[in-house]
Nanobody, 123 residues
Framework: VQLQASGGGLMQAGGSLRLSCAAS????????MGWFRQAPGKEREFVAR????????YYADSVKGRFTISRDNARNTVYLQMNSLKPEDTAVYYC?????????????????WGQGTQVTVSS
């Protein structure tokens, strides 16, 4: 499975951005996809995840109520709608996919990773 993330950029605080992640290859094996982010000098952290079959979602507390993850199975694409952006949301955002069942929020549970897209939020 190959993942291609896009949609990052520079935004003022309070603004919105939508990230996309297109999957290709053995997409039939995908059971879930997630977004992680890594700010400068910090470890990569979980942001949101979605079940590929049911569409059930799970969010980190830091983004709950502001970010929405969704998927388009026909396009093999997952999205992250980010509203009410804050400077602390500044990070490189990575999409990831897993091919095993279960709700997982740790990096080690995701086998496939995209290249990352930069999101910068100015105050």
């Amino acid at each position: 499975v190959q993942l291609q993330a896009s949609g990052g950029g520079l935004m003022q605080a309070g603004g919105s951005l939508r990230l996309s992640c297109a999957a290709s290859g053995r997409t039939f094996s995908i059971t879930g996809m997630g977004w992680f982010r890594q700010a400068p000098g910090k470890e990569r952290e979980f942001v949101a995840r979605i079940s590929w079959s049911s569409g059930s979602t799970y969010y980190a507390d830091s983004v709950k109520g502001r970010f929405t993850i969704s998927r388009d199975n026909a396009r093999n694409t997952v999205y992250l709608q980010m509203n009410s952006l804050k400077p602390e949301d500044t990070a490189v955002y990575y999409c990831a996919a897993r091919n095993l069942p279960g709700v997982k929020v740790t990096m080690g549970d995701y086998r496939y990773w995209g290249q990352g897209t930069q999101v910068t939020v100015s105050s």
